[in-house]
T-cell receptor, first 114, second 110 residues
Framework: NAGVTQTPKFRVLKTGQSMTLLCAQD?????MYWYRQDPGMGLRLIHY???????AKGEVPDGYNVSRLKKQNFLLGLESAAPSQTSVYFC?????????????FGAGTRLSVL | SQQGEEDPQALSIQEGENATMNCSYK?????LQWYRQNSGRGLVHLIL?????REKHSGRLRVTLDTSKKSSSLLITASRAADTASYFC??????????FGGGTRVLVKP
């Protein structure tokens, strides 16, 4: 039972390069999220998806794009990486119940942009 | 902008002591959640308290919610070295999103 899996775990990019982060969940969750976490700060929402084929902007969407072609996968793309995008990226998934929106997180991707 | 703000930012205690951390938020919420993050790992959900609840327990965790003051507290009783982690509050308002605070780093010394 893998839960939420993120690949890669680490990546170093040069300014201007592009890359895609992959998030996969095996819990059949409808909702998926991408966050970034910077030192001393909580998580900030980049983009999210409430179902296959849908995406929406979060708090800090600029410089990122996402796609949810399959229910179990949520991809985060950086078209032209900038040093300000150096961060730890977390993917999460959830299924909304009467109790609320409890999220399950991956282990994170540590990205450095030089 | 952060909805939740934790206090203190860091906490150091001896094993066996209790650890208390607080979270304040700004707008009306449906529920408030606490998550734990061990070093280098993802967040793990600990407990959820609904806006119409005042106190909730789960094992050694006790959470309170005061909606009039827009604040919550997390108490970890009889702390263990394994409780060393960062703890985040997250608020859920309308919609399907959570807004996280900056976290409290807890160090439990053996």
């Amino acid at each position: 039972n893998a839960g939420v899996t993120q690949t890669p775990k680490f990546r170093v990019l040069k300014t201007g390069q592009s890359m895609t982060l992959l998030c996969a969940q095996d819990m059949n969750h409808e909702y998926m999220y991408w966050y970034r976490q910077d030192p001393g700060m909580g998580l900030r929402l980049i983009h999210y998806s409430v179902g296959e084929g849908t995406t929406a902007k979060g708090e800090v969407p600029d410089g990122y794009n996402v796609s949810r072609l399959k229910k179990q996968n949520f991809l985060l793309g950086l078209e032209s990486a900038a040093p300000s995008q150096t961060s730890v990226y977390f993917c999460a998934s959830s299924i909304r119940g009467a109790w609320g929106n409890i999220q399950y997180f991956g282990a994170g991707t540590r990205l450095s942009v030089l | 902008s952060q909805q939740g703000e934790e206090d203190p930012q860091a906490l150091s205690i001896q094993e066996g002591e209790n650890a208390t951390m607080n979270c304040s938020y700004k707008t009306s919420i449906n529920n408030l959640q606490w998550y734990r993050q061990n070093s280098g790992r993802g967040l793990v959900h600990l407990i959820l308290i609904r806006s119409n609840e005042r106190e909730k327990h789960s094992g050694r965790l006790r959470v309170t919610l005061d909606t009039s003051k827009k604040s919550s507290s997390l108490l970890i009783t009889a702390s263990r070295a394994a409780d060393t982690a960062s703890y985040f509050c997250a608020t859920e308002a309308a919609g399907n999103k959570l807004t996280f605070g900056g976290g409290t780093r807890v160090l439990v010394k053996p």
